[in-house]
C-alpha cells in the first residue's frame, strides 16, 4: 500500500488543493468523534486519487480550501455509506461534497445487500481483506501513529477499483440512474441542517400519549435539542427519551417533584430544573394544537391485507430485479400506504417506473 502523505499545514493544503484540480474523481472518507457531542466532530478526512492518498488534520486545518474541489461538478467523490461523511464536512466546511457515488447504495442496487458494509463490499468485489484494528481509536488524540494511519488511508485506497467494478455492472444492469438519483438525493442542505421545532418526530411512541402529555413532550423534545445544539452535547445527556416520556405524563410542578422522576438524571443542575419546570407550567397553561386522541393508529384488518398485497408486489417484483425489497419500498412505507397516505418515495424517480405504477394500480 503507498504510504499516505500527512497534511497537516497550510501549505500543504493549498498545494493539494491545487494538485486535485484536475482529478476525475476522488475517494474520500472520514474520522469523527461524537460520543461527547452533539455535532459530529471531524478529526480527520482522508483523500485517494489518482496521485496518492492523503489524510488531513481536520482538527487543525481550515477545510475551506477543498471547498472548490469538493464540490466540483467534473469530480465524483467515491464514498461509501456517505451520509454521515457528508454531514460531518458539511457542518465543518458548510457546504455539501458533490457530486457524490455512493458505493453501498449502488451496491444494493445490483443487488447486494443494502447496508452491506465496505469491508465486506471489499472482499466480495476485489478480493482485498481488510484490517480492523482501529474501528474503535480515538481519532482526536495526536500524534496518530503509523497503524492509524494505515488504517485510515485503506479506508480509501480500494474505492475507486470498487467504483469502477461497480459501475461495469450498473451499466450492464441499465442503472446508473438509480445511483445518481439516489446520491443526488444525499446532496441536499437541508439533511444536515435539521429544524429543532421538529425535534419532536424523534420520539418513537409520542402518538400514544393524551394529548396533554403529548404537547408537553414536543416542548421537551423541542426544548432540549436548542439546547444540545447551543452547549455541543448529546441530546441524551441533556434529557433521555425516557424522562421526557416520564415528565409528560407526571408533570411535575415543583423541584422535589421534578427530582421524583427516576429517570431524570440525577446530576441535573438547579437552571436546567428552573427551565423544565417553567416550561412545563406554560404548556400546562396552554391549550395542546394536536387533541387528536392518544393512541397511534393501527390498521384495520382491511388494511393489513392491502399491506400484505402490496408487499407481495414488491417482494414479486424485487425478484425478477434481482433486489432487496428494502431497495424498492420498505415495508414501513408500504404500510403507510395501505392506510391512506398519499405520498409515496416509491412514486418518486426511478422507483416509479420500476414499482411505484404497480403499487398505484394496486391502490386504485
Known amino acids: 500500500m503507498p504510504d499516505a502523505i500527512w497534511i497537516d499545514r497550510d501549505d500543504q493544503l493549498a498545494a493539494l488543493a491545487r ?16 460520543e461527547r457531542t452533539f455535532f ?31 464540490t466540483r461538478a467534473a469530480t465524483r467523490k467515491v464514498i461509501h455509506a456517505s451520509r454521515q461523511d457528508l454531514e460531518a464536512f458539511y457542518l465543518t466546511a458548510r457546504r455539501v ?37 482501529q474501528t474503535r481509536t480515538d481519532w482526536s488524540k495526536r500524534p496518530l501513529s503509523a497503524d492509524q494511519l494505515e488504517y485510515a488511508a485503506e479506508d480509501v485506497l480500494h474505492l475507486g477499483q470498487i467504483a469502477a467494478r461497480l459501475q461495469e455492472k450498473l451499466r450492464e444492469l441499465g442503472r446508473e440512474h438509480w445511483v445518481l438519483e439516489d446520491c443526488a438525493a444525499l446532496e441536499q442542505e437541508r439533511l444536515y441542517e435539521p429544524d429543532p421545532s421538529q425535534a419532536w418526530e424523534r420520539l418513537r411512541g409520542l402518538q400514544q400519549l ?31 427519551d425516557a424522562a421526557i416520556f416520564d415528565l409528560a405524563q407526571a408533570n411535575p410542578a415543583t423541584t422535589s417533584a421534578l427530582r421524583a422522576v427516576r429517570s431524570l438524571p440525577p446530576n441535573y443542575n438547579e437552571g436546567f430544573a428552573a ?3 417553567e416550561l412545563l407550567a406554560d404548556e400546562s397553561r396552554s391549550e395542546p394544537t394536536d387533541a387528536s386522541p392518544g393512541q397511534e393508529q393501527r ?35 408500504l404500510k403507510a400506504l395501505a392506510m391512506g397516505k398519499l405520498e409515496s418515495h416509491a412514486e418518486t424517480g426511478w422507483r416509479r417506473a420500476e414499482i411505484g405504477e404497480r403499487l398505484r394500480a394496486a391502490l386504485a
Open 97 to 133: 461534497i458533490s457530486p457524490v457515488f455512493d458505493t453501498q447504495i449502488a451496491a444494493g442496487c445490483i443487488g447486494m445487500k443494502p447496508q452491506i458494509g465496505y469491508a465486506e463490499l471489499a472482499n466480495l468485489l476485489i478480493g482485498v481483506t481488510l484490517a480492523k484494528g
Open 299 to 333: 390498521p384495520t384488518p382491511e388494511q393489513k391485507a392491502l399491506a400484505l398485497r402490496l408487499g407481495a408486489i414488491v417482494d414479486a417484483r424485487a425478484a425478477e430485479l434481482g433486489v432487496s425489497a428494502e431497495i424498492l419500498a420498505p415495508r414501513g412505507e
Open 210 to 240: 393524551p394529548p396533554r402529555p403529548r404537547a408537553r413532550a414536543k416542548a421537551m423534545a423541542v426544548w432540549r435539542e436548542q439546547v444540545a445544539r447551543d452547549r455541543d452535547l448529546p441530546r441524551s445527556w441533556i434529557l433521555p
Open 19 to 34: 494538485e486535485l484540480e484536475s482529478q476525475t474523481w476522488l475517494g474520500v472518507d472520514t474520522e469523527f468523534l461524537r
Open 275 to 277: 427551565a423544565l419546570l
Open 40 to 70: 459530529p466532530k471531524l478529526c480527520l478526512l482522508q483523500i485517494a486519487g489518482d496521485g496518492g492518498i492523503w489524510c488531513i488534520d481536520a482538527l487543525k486545518l481550515d477545510l475551506e480550501l477543498l471547498v472548490p474541489v469538493m
